[in-house]
């Protein structure tokens, strides 16, 4: 990661509601793509179709570089408190911030 190159300390990472592996479907030849890059991605959706676990595979790509991970755990397809275009097929926003201490 850039910022550790340049010398920052003590990073950490929170990761908010996201659509989780078990509701995220795709094909197989895009499942194939991402898990030959991000294996831990793999995952299945409820119903045994081909599915990414995005969360997780940042999650492990974040720890892998030094950063310190939290996880919310709330897939935005299952809590409907959250938009999921999967879920309704309406689109809706959401929003995310980083900042820097």
């Known amino acids: 990661l850039l910022m550790k190159e340049l010398g920052a300390g003590n990073l950490r ?8 592996g078990s509701c995220y ?3 197989e030849d895009i499942f194939e793509e991402v ?3 991000y294996p831990e991605a ?4 409820h119903s ?6 995005l969360p997780k ?3 492990v ?6 950063v310190a991970i939290e996880r919310t755990n709330i897939c935005t397809c299952e809590d409907a408190n959250y938009f999921s275009y999967r879920r309704n097929a309406i689109t809706g926003r ?3 911030f980083i900042w820097l201490t």
């Open 13 to 20: 990472g929170v990761m908010g509601p996201s659509i989780c």
């Open 25 to 27: 479907e795709v094909g």
């Open 35 to 37: 898990v030959a890059t």
């Open 42 to 45: 793999a995952s299945r959706s």
């Open 48 to 53: 045994g179709k081909f599915a990414l676990d």
């Open 57 to 59: 595979a940042l999650e």
């Open 61 to 66: 790509e974040l720890i892998n570089h030094g």
């Open 94 to 96: 959401q929003a995310g």
